[in-house]
């Protein structure tokens, strides 16, 4: 259980993060947000968004994580991909 007490708000938060992404990623309804996670970003991030410690992605779902990273921060990462990683724009 203590799993899905801490994924939950995190899953508000991909929800955001996925809903604002430019139309880069085309037309993308409400219910397209976890569909565009799975294709676009869960080979790198994971299906649930946990990371991958291979490629050095972060896990998402970690509060720590959450408490590093300001929503601003997020978006303009995901807008403009992160420069010397493999995280693409
Ligand atoms: C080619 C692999 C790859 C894909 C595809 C990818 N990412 Fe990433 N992403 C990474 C890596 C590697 C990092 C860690 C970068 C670093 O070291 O700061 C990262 C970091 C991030 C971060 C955190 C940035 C920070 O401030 O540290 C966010 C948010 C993110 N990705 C969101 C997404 C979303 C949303 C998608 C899909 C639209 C996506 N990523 C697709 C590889 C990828």
Do not use: Y
């Not at 955001?16 to 397209?32: C, N």
């Not at 080979?43 to 959450?66: D, R």
């Not at 303009?76 to 010397?84: Q, R």
């Amino acid at each position: 259980m203590k799993t899905f007490v801490q994924l939950t708000p995190c899953l508000g938060i991909l929800a955001i993060i996925v809903m604002t992404v430019p139309p880069a990623f085309g037309a993308t309804s409400k219910s397209g947000a976890k569909q565009l996670f799975e294709s676009k970003c869960s080979q790198c991030h994971g299906p649930n968004g946990k990371g991958i410690a291979a490629i050095h992605s972060p896990n998402f779902t970690s509060p720590k994580w959450e408490a590093e990273h300001s929503d601003q921060r997020i978006i303009s990462m995901i807008t403009n991909g992160e420069k010397g990683t493999m995280m693409p724009a």
